[in-house]
């Protein structure tokens, strides 16, 4: 089994910058497809960024290209997302996921094996 736990979300200005981490324990996830995933109240979750499992692919939402990076340590079994530009639509609870296989939609919510409790990021305008 793998657990995930996400940190660093925070209340923030707009236009400012957050780094959220998760960090894996249990095994190492370095050969899984790792993402973040996002969901603000009344919406559904929605797909944020994913990598795979070296880090040489990355895959990003619309709405966060260019502003957000992902990145990961295998070494240290740990995943980030570096937000920058932050907007009040990015207020949500973000979750940190992997896919054990990575064998379906990087951007489905289905794929994923395990999932992390989140973490609350707040944009004030």
């Known amino acids: 089994q793998v657990q995930l736990v996400e940190s660093g979300g925070a209340l923030v200005q707009a236009g400012g910058s957050l780094r959220l981490s998760c960090a894996a324990s249990?095994?190492?996830?370095?050969?899984?497809?790792m993402a973040w995933f996002r969901q603000a109240p009344g919406k559904e979750r929605e797909f944020v960024a994913a990598?795979?499992?070296?880090?040489?692919?990355?895959y990003y939402a619309d709405s966060v290209k260019g502003r957000f990076t992902i990145s990961r340590d295998n070494a240290a079994n740990t995943v980030h997302l570096q937000m920058n530009s932050l907007k009040p639509e990015d207020t949500a609870i973000y979750y940190c996921?992997?896919?054990?296989?990575?064998?379906?939609?990087?951007?489905?919510?289905?794929?994923?094996?395990?999932w992390g409790p989140g973490t609350q990021v707040t944009v004030s305008a």
């Open positions: 990598s795979n499992w070296s880090g040489g692919g990355t």
């Open positions: 996921a992997a896919d054990k296989y990575a064998l379906g939609n990087r951007r489905g919510a289905v794929s994923y094996d395990y």
């Open positions: 249990g095994r190492t996830v370095s050969s899984y497809t």
